[in-house]
């Protein structure tokens, strides 16, 4: 979206409608900004070393300062102090590009264990029925399995079992 030209004749033009930042991060920004309109580098700073990035020295801070305000660069004049409004740091909260939420080689699985430890298969009829519940099959198993299921008690305190609707009687 944007401005165009409708017909040669007049410009239509559309504002961006960006969603306003939460509540929680208007609080985290008001936190380390000190409850000023802007933060500044320490303020940034703070909020890093809050959430475990001790090892930010001010070359890597300037580098960030500068992504950052990268997307309003356009729009906002550079300022000699590297300040961050409000927006500014809601979008780097949640921009995947400079906060992304897992990075790449973080996360790293063995698999050493056996193919039915990671995937759970429940094949066609799964759910409970008769053959499942009678007194010959162990007790625990199908407890567990009617524990499941969608079950209540009745008026004559009986504990009934429905299991997808299927018109079956109670179990």
Same mark, same amino acid.
């Given at each position: ?9 007049? +410009? ?19 936190? #380390? ?15 890093? #070393?809050?959430?475990?990035?001790? &090892? $930010? *020295?001010?070359? *890597? ?17 550079? $300022? ?26 973080? $996360? ?7 193919? &039915? ?7 066609? +009829?799964?759910?409970?029925?008769? +053959? +499942? ?17 969608? #079950?209540?008690? &009745? &008026? ?16």
């Amino acid at each position: 979206m944007g401005t165009y030209k409708c017909c040669f004749i007049f +410009k239509r033009r559309f504002r961006w409608n960006d969603a306003p930042p939460p509540e929680d991060v208007c609080a985290l920004f008001a936190q #380390h900004s000190g409850g000023g309109p802007h933060m500044a580098a320490d303020g940034l700073r703070r909020y890093l #070393h809050a959430t475990g990035h001790d &090892s $930010v *020295d001010d070359a *890597d801070l300037d580098r960030l300062f500068d992504q950052i305000r990268l997307g309003r660069a356009a729009r906002v004049p550079r $300022v000699v102090r590297p300040l961050l409004a409000l927006d500014d740091f809601h979008r780097f909260l949640f921009s995947h590009d400079l906060n992304p939420p897992i990075r790449q080689g973080q $996360v790293h699985h063995d698999m050493a264990a056996p193919l &039915s430890h990671y995937f759970i298969y429940t094949g066609h +009829k799964s759910y409970l029925n008769r +053959k +499942k519940a009678t007194p010959t099959s162990s007790t625990p198993a199908a407890e567990q399995v009617e524990g499941e299921g969608t #079950h209540w008690r &009745s &008026s004559a305190g009986l504990r009934l079992s429905h299991h997808r609707r299927r018109g079956r009687a109670p179990l």
